[in-house]
Each structure stands twice: as structure tokens, then as C-alpha cells.
């Protein structure tokens, strides 16, 4: 949530923005954004009532629950663009595999649901593009990471460097 805060901020001189989460550590006014605490994460129908009442003119998912949520409940209540981004997939790995069709299942219907769909990088792109075949090419849009990783890389290098000479790897 707070990064969502974070770059959300960068916006608020040029939209209206108001924040619903299950996870933020209080309501109202933040850094001059609205905020809204959720607390049942899968009551559709409350998502739904509120955001017909606040009529907004996006509405913009992160994380998985979160994504299923709303861009359920916002079509339902007609909002007129719907975007999910994804940070990550679990289609592999995590599950045995018959869950993990039904996931993809999920995910497919909801890219339908879904006016367009952001990935991080190439291999996200490809891996909901093409390998699993959650999104149709045209819905899907590549927006990296804004962070310089760089810096973090050469730092965790240095530390590993640094630790093997002391003979702690």
C-alpha cells in the first residue's frame, strides 16, 4: 500500500485519487489523499456499492486478491476503465498443478475484464503473453520498475565479495 501511496503522490496535482486497501494502518487523509480501509477483501458486493457511489473514472488493481476484487466489482459497477498490474505470478511453482490451471482460469477471465494489463519487464510480458496465455498482446503493456537496481546489485556483489573473503560463504 505505501508504495501505491508513494507514486500515487506524483499524480495528485493532476487527478483525483482516492486509495482502497484492506492493509493501510488508518483512514481518511494521507499525504492528501483519501484513503480507504477495506476490511473484507473478498465482499464483492461492498466493493461494489462503493465504488458505484464514488463513480470513479479508473480503477487500478494491484496484487492478486486485490486484483480479482476489483476489477470484478468495477465492472460490475461500470467503471469505465479498468487496468490491472501484475508484480509477480505464481503459474508455476507454488501449487500443484491442477490449482494452478485454475489460477491461470482466473486470471484469463479477469484480463477480459481488464482494459489493459501492466508487466514489469520483458519476461512478465512474455510469460502472460505468450507462456500462459493469461492476455491477449494488445491488452498488454511493459512499464518497468522505476528504480535504478544498479546500485543494489553492485552493493549485494560487494557483500558477498566481502563475505567470502572473511570465509563466511
Known amino acids: 500500500t505505501q508504495l501505491i501511496i508513494d507514486l500515487l503522490e506524483h499524480l495528485a496535482d ?5 486509495v482502497v486497501t484492506s492493509a493501510l ?3 481518511g487523509e494521507h499525504r492528501g ?3 480507504h480501509l477495506f476490511p473484507a477483501p473478498l465482499d464483492v458486493g461492498a466493493f461494489t456499492a462503493l465504488l458505484k457511489e464514488k463513480r470513479p473514472a479508473i480503477v ?6 486485490a486484483g480479482a476484487l476489483g476489477r470484478f466489482a468495477a465492472r460490475l459497477a461500470g467503471v469505465p476503465v479498468v487496468v490491472h498490474t501484475f508484480h509477480g505470478h505464481v503459474f508455476e511453482g507454488y501449487f500443484p498443478r491442477w490449482v494452478t490451471r485454475l489460477i491461470i482460469l482466473a486470471e484469463q477471465v479477469l484480463a477480459r475484464l481488464s482494459d489493459a494489463v501492466i508487466v514489469l519487464s520483458a519476461v512478465q510480458y512474455h510469460d502472460i503473453v505468450r507462456r500462459f496465455r493469461v492476455a491477449p498482446a ?3 503493456h511493459i512499464i518497468p520498475l522505476g528504480l535504478d537496481l544498479e546500485a543494489f546489485a553492485a552493493a549485494a556483489s560487494a557483500s558477498a565479495s566481502a563475505a567470502w573473503e572473511r570465509g563466511a560463504l
Request: charged residues 30%.
Open 60 to 65: 487500478h488493481t494491484h496484487t492478486a486478491k
Open 14 to 18: 493532476r487527478f483525483d485519487q482516492e
Open 138 to 140: 494488445g491488452k498488454v
Open 33 to 35: 489523499m483519501k484513503t
Open 25 to 27: 494502518w488508518h483512514t
